[in-house]
Nanobody, 127 residues
Framework: QVQLVESGGGLVQAGGSLRLSCAATGRTFSSYAVSWFRQAPGKEREFVAANLWSGGTTHYADSVKGRFTISRDNTKNTVYLGMNSLKPEDTAVYYC????????????????????WGQGTQVTVSS
């Protein structure tokens, strides 16, 4: 069992930056696929970025490419989402999701790929 706790959300002006953290307990994170999703009010939960276990590939949604960076620190069992040049349309609740490499089926962009989810952290970007 893996427990995920997100932090780092907040209110920021357009053009600003934030760094979200996803801390895992219960299992060593290095062999897990970890992704960030977000959900804005009235919208479906959407894929943002994925890091496929330590040393693995990363993927980004087109809407955040060049602005967001996903990274991990295995010594802290934590995955980060660095967000720069934030826009009002980035406003959402951001969720961390994870699943083991043994279960991973290749659909990093699908919410159904991941068995473990955090509680979410709110990011609000003002114009």
């Amino acid at each position: 069992q893996v427990q995920l706790v997100e932090s780092g959300g907040g209110l920021v002006q357009a053009g600003g930056s934030l760094r979200l953290s996803c801390a895992a307990t219960g299992r060593t994170f290095s062999s897990y696929a970890v992704s960030w999703f977000r959900q804005a009010p009235g919208k479906e939960r959407e894929f943002v970025a994925a890091n496929l276990w330590s040393g693995g590939t990363t993927h980004y949604a087109d809407s955040v490419k060049g602005r967001f960076t996903i990274s991990r620190d295995n010594t802290k069992n934590t995955v980060y989402l660095g967000m720069n040049s934030l826009k009002p349309e980035d406003t959402a609740v951001y969720y961390c999701a994870a699943d083991s490499s043994a279960r991973y089926s290749g659909m990093h962009y699908s919410r159904y790929e991941y068995a473990y989810w955090g509680q979410g952290t709110q990011v609000t970007v003002s114009s």
